[in-house]
């Protein structure tokens, strides 16, 4: 009999393709590691796999080839704003060692450009009104480690699988500021008695179509109402901080490390990157996956070139082959069994650019060092969030602040001084530093003169030559 010794919140495609495929790995020599896992939004992923017994499919494709493997890690999913509760007292179960999550950038709550609880964010502010029945990422972990510190019962391991820069610190502090507006004894505590475990984590994981269901389903040979869709390559680092036990996470493949940040970074500015450089310019070009965008040669040079001249020069990774890590992004970029959609990358970008690209403009500014194709991605952002695409059409932009970036785009007009300008008065994500210096802003505006004056596919050209 399986026990559940993780509670996770956020079952999206990711974790189930990503931490639930190691777990069920680990449940086979080890049963106490199961995992309950949480909704903190929607019904549909619980109402899916509730009729298969939380059973379901990974595809992973490659080329021509669908490998298809069935997980069982999940024993139950709650929906964390139907019953709060009964979450709550799952979190609390003595049994339960780890808290992990995957809720995205913007489920921190958090000001990107500083890390920082935002404690104006309106689910902070709701639970700040009712903290015993929480709806945020942070008020559910205050509150748990509260009522298990109230019960004597030891405090979880917070384990965050989020791309975020130095997840573990950064979500340890997030969850701390919130606790010191509650109550001082908890943060203390919290502060000083709850470990949280930083990770790097790193599968390429498109979300699922009508027709990867019909197509699974029919491999299967039975119903799969959601599977996932992923790439061969799978990658966890873990630091190892975890005073009240752990699974054997090493014995299936995941990386135990001291000190994870090292290789958070090279993934968030290598991968990640490179990704949202790609979607945005790929899909203001018209391409719709990444792949597409990467059998195009002259973004593919682009690409290589922001790795190799603009992004590896900043990485200092212990034991990493950056040359061979690049490689093997090309590779898995170029996949076109994946079709992961430019669209679906370009989401949030308010809070993915700090730690994909700005982090890594500020370092090279810092040398002194030339940024023209960060610069150009993050012109290309700029040029996105206009919601206006190069034929005149609407873009259906996704981001926490998508109304108030249409609205500057439109207060600014057409201008590409004025425009960036505007866009990097947005202290949020920009910081102020950034918006203050010449070196950035005299590439940021002839990328976006370009992009506006010729569109994407001229001005990747121009640059992928190195021709600007
Ligand atoms: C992507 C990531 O959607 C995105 O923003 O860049 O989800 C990416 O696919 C993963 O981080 C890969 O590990």
């Excluded at 949480?38 to 595809?59: E, G, H, I, P």
């Excluded at 991968?271 to 310019?281: D, F, K």
């Excluded at 910081?431 to 940021?444: E, Y």
Aim: charged share 25%.
């Amino acid at each position: 009999m399986t026990a559940a010794g993780i509670v996770h919140l956020g079952v999206g495609a990711f974790h189930r393709a990503h931490q639930a495929v190691y777990l069920d790995d680990i449940l086979a020599d080890d049963p106490q590691w199961a995992i309950v896992g949480a909704s903190l939004r929607r019904a549909d992923m619980r109402d899916a796999l509730a009729a298969q017994d939380n059973l379901f499919t990974v595809a992973i494709r490659s080329g021509d080839e669908t490998k298809l493997r069935v997980v069982g890690s999940l024993k139950t999913i709650y929906v964390a704003p139907e019953d709060p509760e009964a979450l709550l007292t799952a979190m609390c179960d003595p049994a339960v060692r780890i808290v992990s999550m995957t809720v995205t950038e913007k489920g921190y709550c958090h000001d990107p450009a500083t890390g920082d609880l935002d404690p104006a964010h309106p689910d902070v502010a709701a639970d700040l009104v009712r903290p015993r029945a929480p709806i945020s990422t942070p008020g559910l972990l205050a509150e748990a480690l509260r009522r298990r510190r109230e019960a004597k019962i030891v405090p979880f391991t917070v384990m965050p699988c989020d791309n975020l820069p130095e997840n573990g610190p950064t979500v340890h502090r997030i969850v701390a500021q919130y606790a010191a507006l509650i109550d001082g004894g908890l943060a203390r505590f919290v502060e000083n008695d709850v470990a949280f475990a930083g990770t790097m984590v790193d599968r390429i994981v498109p979300a699922t179509s009508e027709a990867d269901i019909a197509e699974i389903s029919a491999k299967l040979g039975v119903e799969d109402a959601w599977p996932v869709m992923t790439e061969p390559f799978t990658q966890w680092v873990i630091e190892d901080r975890f005073p009240t036990g752990r699974p054997d996470f090493a014995a299936v493949g995941a990386e135990m490390v001291g000190d994870v940040e090292p290789f958070e970074r090279m993934k968030l500015r290598m991968l990640n990157g490179s990704h949202s450089t790609l979607a945005y310019l790929g899909y203001l070009a018209g391409y719709e996956t990444v792949a597409q965008t990467m059998a195009a040669p002259d973004f593919a040079r682009l690409i290589m070139g922001l790795m190799t001249e603009e992004v590896m020069p900043t990485l200092d990774v212990p034991g990493a082959d950056l040359g061979a890590y690049r490689d093997a992004l090309v590779r898995r970029f170029n996949n076109p069994a994946l079709k992961h959609r430019t669209w679906q990358i370009a989401m949030d970008g308010s809070q993915k650019l700090p730690q994909r690209l700005l982090g890594t403009v500020r370092d090279r500014l810092g040398a002194g060092a030339p940024i023209d194709r960060l610069a150009l991605g993050v012109a290309a952002w700029m040029r996105y969030v206009t919601a206006v695409d190069e034929k005149g059409a609407a873009i259906d932009v996704r981001d926490p602040m998508a109304d108030r970036l249409k609205a500057i785009g439109e207060v600014a007009g057409r201008d590409p001084e004025k425009l960036a300008a505007a866009y990097l008065g947005v202290e949020e994500i920009f910081g102020r530093d950034l918006a203050a210096s010449d070196d950035f802003v005299r590439p940021v505006v002839a990328a976006l003169a370009a992009l506006l004056d010729r569109g994407a596919a001229a001005t990747v050209s121009q640059y992928g030559r190195g021709g600007h």
